[in-house]
């Protein structure tokens, strides 16, 4: 099975994606992840990138291609994968569609996981990430896991979630990422879930929409 996550910041895209991942036995391809990745690496593509991330801005189309790319072809041509972050513009829905071609690999859902904007801000200046494996965790402002539950690492605040950036990361969203969307969903079966309520209601959500 061949998955698509698509959703705005903070609408639980990083949860759902472990979960699937973990139930389904898929290859996770998370671009913010090989991004974030490679910045802490310090590596020729972090040195590239590390700037846009901080800001919130995407980072240009063609290097992104590349990354993806790279990424897919990674997979086991006897495994399913889960795409998480990619799309997030029209051409790279576009150039998405021309890879998959190429590999002949097909897509057996888009899954659009939908939050309302305050329900965003806030969910974000709580949230805590793990820099070494990238759980997620709510409890920022206190109460929240000192050290990640999965891996062991001190868990952090993500720079990219400060209320500012925040902000500008639903503002590109809207933008350039709601496009992208459009366009896959000419292609693919798009699955839209309603993302309010606990990580495990939304979780019952997307397996709903993906025994359809
Ligand atoms: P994420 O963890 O998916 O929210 O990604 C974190 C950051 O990485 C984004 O705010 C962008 O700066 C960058 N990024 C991740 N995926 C992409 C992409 N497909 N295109 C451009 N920038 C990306």
Redesign the pocket.
Known sequence: MNVILMGP?GCG??TQANELVAARGLAHV????I??AAVRAGNELGRK?AS??DA????P?EL?SEV?REALEAVPADRGWLL??????AP?AESLIGLLEGLDQGVDAVVSIRVPDEEIVARLAGRLTCPACGFVAAGAGGGGPAECPRCGHEMGVRD?DRPETVRN?LRVFREKTAPAEEILARRYPLKPVDGTGSPEEVSRKVALVLAD
């Not at 919130?56 to 980072?59: A, C, K, M, Q, S």
């Open positions: 910041p895209k990083g998370s671009t913010g992840n991004l974030r990138v846009i991330l919130g801005e995407l980072v189309d992104m993806l998480d972050g990619y799309p997030r513009t790279q990219d990361r």
